[in-house]
């Protein structure tokens, strides 16, 4: 009985120690801040992860997912992005081109916070999504994980975080178009596990 009562204690401070957010209301406009992971690069239009979690949410999704951007070009897209459709919501998804050109992980971790930062001073709630860290061993062995730098960020800025999405569809060959890009398949399975940590946040009902 004592056991049993310690695993519940244990599960009620697991459970309230999710922050929830307010709902993002169907119809909404959200706005996908990213590179060629959520522009669908590796699958066929209309696959992309951004478009099937809009068809699952209700959500007015726009993808801003451009091939080849790092964090530094969503920085300087940004201002335009939220001027333009004002979104309840923004996802962050950049860094893995930062990763793969080896830049700084200073000048990285500099721009997302300054990305965060602006959604916040204008009232935009924000969302980071992690990205694999860069390991041609990691990813042979299919045993990707997050880059460190998002969980820090995440702590220093008071930011939600979607975790681990990326890095365990890229560590399954059977989920992949190549070696940084999912296949159809590894979309729909990006954007049913996105479905769910932002349901787990209260953002998705």
Same mark, same amino acid.
């Given at each position: ?7 519940l204690?244990?599960?009620i401070l &697991? ?14 406009? &959200? ?13 066929s ?7 099937? @979690?809009?068809?699952?949410t209700?959500w007015?999704?726009?993808?801003a ?8 070009d969503? @920085?300087?897209r940004?201002?335009?992005? *939220?001027t333009?459709?004002?979104?309840? @919501?923004l ?5 893995g081109?930062?990763?793969l %050109?080896?830049?700084?992980s200073?000048e990285?971790?500099?721009?997302l916070?300054?990305?965060l930062?602006?959604?916040?001073? %204008?009232?935009?709630?924000? +969302?980071?999504v992690a990205?694999?860290?860069l ?5 042979? +062995?299919?045993? @990707?994980s ?9 702590e220093?800025?008071?930011t939600?975080l ?7 569809? *890229? ?8 070696? +940084?890009?999912?296949?159809a398949s590894?979309?729909? &399975? +990006? ?6 940590a932002?349901k787990k ?5």
């Open positions: 009985m004592k056991n049993f009562i310690y695993l204690l244990i599960f &697991v459970s309230c120690s999710i922050e929830k957010y307010p709902a993002i209301p169907k119809g909404a406009t &959200v706005v996908i801040l990213g590179d060629s992971l959520s522009y669908g690069t590796g699958a239009e209309g696959e992309d992860y951004p478009n099937l @979690l809009a068809k699952t209700g007015q999704i726009i993808n997912g451009i091939p080849g951007n790092t964090s530094a969503g @920085l300087e940004l201002p335009r992005l *939220l333009a459709h004002r979104p309840k @919501l996802v962050v998804a950049l860094g081109n930062d990763f %050109q080896r830049l700084p200073s990285t971790t500099a721009n916070k300054a990305i930062e602006q959604a916040k001073t %204008q009232g935009i709630t924000a +969302v980071l990205v694999p860290e390991s041609p061993l990691k990813a042979a +062995v299919g045993s @990707l997050d880059h460190p730098l998002y969980k820090k960020i995440a220093e800025t008071a939600p979607v975790k681990n999405v990326f890095s365990e569809v *890229l560590s399954d060959n059977s989920l992949k178009a190549d070696q +940084v890009h999912p296949n590894g979309y729909g &399975v +990006v954007s049913g596990q996105m479905f769910e932002l946040l209260g953002f998705a009902g």
